[in-house]
Structure formats: structure tokens, C-alpha cells
């Protein structure tokens, strides 16, 4: 184990700011592997860098639009954008409320950043523009892993995946039992036969 003071000529900065915040126990370096195997050095280039944020923003614009376009067709009433702001928000058809979605266009390497980004967005969008009430609901381009979509539904975030099939369909039980199976409507198996006020 290393003395304090080899840890202070080690991460100056970091043993200071243990000790003025109050800390009297042992301090100790941590390292973390990097993750995602080993770093390269090539670097995009500016012109790169732009056709890839110009394709992901065409992608996003296209999403929404058939997002908007679906809910309408499924009887969702009050379809609106928000520009500089919330993707959509629309009323449910039975009229059980009204629903704030977020869109993310997911890849490998995003994941984790889009799934908080879309968290932090939705519930940021609720409390400036919606109200209380108002369900939120991730809607993503590609599946994500069951702990980040339980994750997300124990903060009252429904999941939906757009599918090969161009529709989005609904991921655990919160955006089933808020949409079925799908904005259409079509009851889970979990839920055929069920009463919709039940819950």
C-alpha cells in the first residue's frame, strides 16, 4: 500500500481536494483499463466530422417525421413539435393523458450516451414545458440491454424500438401497458382480455 504522501507527489490536486473536503481515511490511486480496446490516434477531420453529424441529424428528422406520422394514423391527437425543443408530445387517443417522446438515434458506441441523454431530456422537457402528468417515453433506432430499459422504466420512462419494419414497437411493461404491443394499439398478449382501466 502507498504512503499518503507518495499518493500526494503521485495526484497532487486530487489528495488536496480529499483532504479540504474533509476526508481523514486512507487515499488510494485507482486505474481503470480503458474500455473499448486499445485507443488509435487517427482523429476525424473536420469535413468528416460534419458529414457524420449531418447524417445523424437527416436520420433523427426522418425518425420524428415517421414518429408523427404513425401516432397520427393511430388516432393520437394534438401531434405537436416543439423547435429548439421537445421532439414530440401528443394525447393519447382513449384520452388517458398526454405522452412527451424523446427520439435517439443509437449506435454501438452511443448507447450509454444517448440512453442518458434522452432521460435527462425528457424529464428536463417535462418539468419546463409539460406538467406532472405527462407520460415520457424513449423511443430509440436499435434494441438496448434490459438493464438499461428497466433502468429507464423505474424513473417512469416507457421504451420504444423502431423495427426492421419501420414501426416502433413497445419494450418492457411501462410502454406496454401505455401503448400495447405498438402506437396502433394492438393489446399485448400480456393484456388481451384485460380491462384498460384496470391498472
Given amino acids: 500500500m502507498r504512503s499518503i ?23 488510494r490511486q485507482t486505474s481503470r483499463p480503458p474500455r473499448g480496446g486499445p485507443v488509435t490516434e487517427r482523429r476525424t477531420t473536420p469535413e468528416e466530422t460534419n458529414a ?14 415517421r414518429l408523427a406520422a404513425l401516432l397520427e394514423a393511430a388516432g393520437w391527437r394534438e401531434v405537436q413539435e416543439i423547435p429548439a425543443a421537445l421532439d414530440l408530445w401528443a394525447k393519447h387517443p382513449d384520452g388517458r393523458g398526454r405522452v412527451i417522446f424523446e427520439v435517439k438515434s443509437l449506435t454501438d458506441a452511443n448507447e ?25 417515453c424513449a423511443v430509440l433506432t436499435a434494441p438496448i440491454p434490459d438493464r438499461r430499459r428497466a ?22 411493461r411501462l410502454a406496454t401497458a401505455w401503448f400495447g404491443r405498438d402506437l396502433l394499439g ?7 382480455g384485460e380491462s384498460q382501466g384496470s391498472e
Fill in 5 to 27: 504522501a507518495s499518493l500526494g507527489r503521485a495526484h497532487p490536486q486530487r489528495c488536496k481536494n480529499a483532504r479540504s473536503s474533509g476526508y481523514r481515511g486512507p487515499l
Fill in 52 to 65: 457524420l453529424q449531418e447524417k445523424a441529424n437527416q436520420q433523427h428528422y426522418r425518425t420524428v417525421a
Fill in 112 to 136: 450509454v450516451h444517448q440512453c442518458r441523454a434522452a432521460l435527462a431530456q425528457l424529464l428536463e422537457y417535462r418539468f419546463f414545458y409539460g406538467s406532472k402528468g405527462d407520460g415520457l
Fill in 151 to 172: 433502468l429507464l422504466e423505474e424513473l417512469g420512462v416507457a421504451v420504444m424500438v423502431f423495427g426492421e419494419d419501420g414501426m416502433p414497437a413497445s419494450v418492457g
Fill in 186 to 192: 394492438t393489446p399485448s398478449s400480456a393484456n388481451t
